[in-house]
């Protein structure tokens, strides 16, 4: 292994360097590290990985990672919410026709997420690791992560009144998370998750386009009268 050793205390004593003071050398060692935690967790669950699997495989040093991360979980996190971002940027670089129905928009949305999901299973377990940290870097990242999730869905749901886009987004989100839960579980199939939550998709933008639909026949009305 390549560079000096850095034991845990010292990596802690110590902040990471932020990503925009970081050098394009530096983003590129950052970016590597990333990508092979991810190829990690793919191959091997999250609990098998060890740093020096990640610094082999990388050859980027222990010292430098300590740079970027403050730990493991630091690491992981980042590694976390970078895969889940490769989700939300296909949506979010797509145009957004308002005339045309959320509902199918959103369900293939929700059918992609599952399925990457479905075939990264130690995603899924590390994404309910990550969520129940109390680690601060972690939880920044998380929250990350989610609020890309939260500008998918806004995209999505993007025509029509928004006072309750909101509400069917942390609905959506409830039952999406539960689902992949369960299917990382071996509790339920991909076919099982994915009819229950296009039913779900199906109940909530249905009544959604109802109260659309009759708040513009309110405002309608009030303005003509």
């Not at 990333?34 to 793919?42: G, H, K, M, P, R």
């Not at 060890?50 to 050859?59: A, F, L």
């Not at 942390?170 to 299917?183: Q, S, T, Y």
Request: charged share 25%.
């Amino acid at each position: 292994m390549r560079g000096r050793t850095v034991d845990v205390a010292d990596a802690d004593s110590q902040a990471p360097l932020s990503v925009g003071m970081m050098t394009s050398r530096q983003l590129a060692r950052r970016a590597r590290l990333i990508e092979t935690v991810i190829q990690l967790v793919a191959e091997s669950g999250t609990t098998a990985i060890q740093m020096r699997d990640v610094t082999d495989r990388s050859g980027v040093a222990l010292g430098t990672v300590y740079r970027y991360f403050r730990s493991k979980d630091h690491l992981l996190a980042a590694a976390l919410t970078e895969w889940q971002g490769k989700l939300t940027r296909r949506v979010l670089s797509s145009k957004r026709d308002e005339n045309v129905d959320a509902l199918p928009l959103v369900k293939d949305f929700l059918r992609r997420v599952l399925q990457a999901f479905d075939r990264a299973p130690g995603m899924a377990v590390l994404m309910m690791q990550m969520t129940a940290s109390s680690d601060p870097d972690v939880r920044q990242l998380v929250e990350q992560g989610g609020s890309g999730f939260d500008a998918a869905f806004d995209h999505l749901l993007a025509a029509g009144p928004r006072d309750d886009v909101s509400y069917v987004r942390l609905a959506i989100g409830c039952v999406l998370v539960d689902a992949v839960n369960r299917m990382s579980n071996g509790r339920a199939t991909f076919q099982e998750v994915r009819a229950q939550v296009d039913g779900v998709a199906d109940i909530l933008l249905s009544t959604r386009g109802r109260r659309s639909a009759s708040s513009r026949k309110d405002r309608s009305a009030r303005a003509s009268a």
